[in-house]
């Protein structure tokens, strides 16, 4: 069982910047696939970043050249640093791991709490 928490959420001004992390419980975290989702009021949670165990990175579309997905083995940590924020990037972020890569949420088993961004 992999428990997740995420951090690092909060409220910024447009073109600012936030680093989120997620730091995952257990002894198995370099073999996981993780990922960052996201799900603003009144609409479907979406896939953002997700990253392999090798560190191949893919990310959806409206979030590439600005945010990036990192991941620490040794310290049990995922990493998504979001810069030139944007109002429409304001949502409840979420860590997710599982054992596929990519950003179907179907494929993540394991889910964190969420941290909230809000860019004004």
């Known amino acids: 069982h992999v428990q997740l928490v995420e951090s690092g959420g909060g409220s910024v001004q447009a073109g600012g910047s936030l680093k989120l992390a997620c730091v995952a419980s257990g002894d198995i975290f370099s073999r996981l696939y993780m990922a960052w989702f996201r799900q603003a009021p009144g609409k479907e949670r979406e896939g953002v970043a997700a990253?392999?165990?090798?560190?191949?990175?893919t990310y959806t579309y409206a979030v590439q050249g600005r945010f990036t997905i990192s991941k620490d083995n040794a310290k049990n940590t995922l990493y998504l640093q979001m810069n030139s924020l944007k109002p429409e990037d304001t949502a409840m972020y979420y860590c997710?791991?599982?054992?596929?890569?990519?950003?179907?949420?179907?494929?993540?088993?394991?889910w964190g709490q969420g941290t909230q961004v809000t860019v004004s």
């Open positions: 990253v392999d165990t090798a560190g191949l990175t």
């Open positions: 997710a791991a599982g054992d596929r890569y990519g950003l179907a949420q179907v494929d993540f088993g394991y």
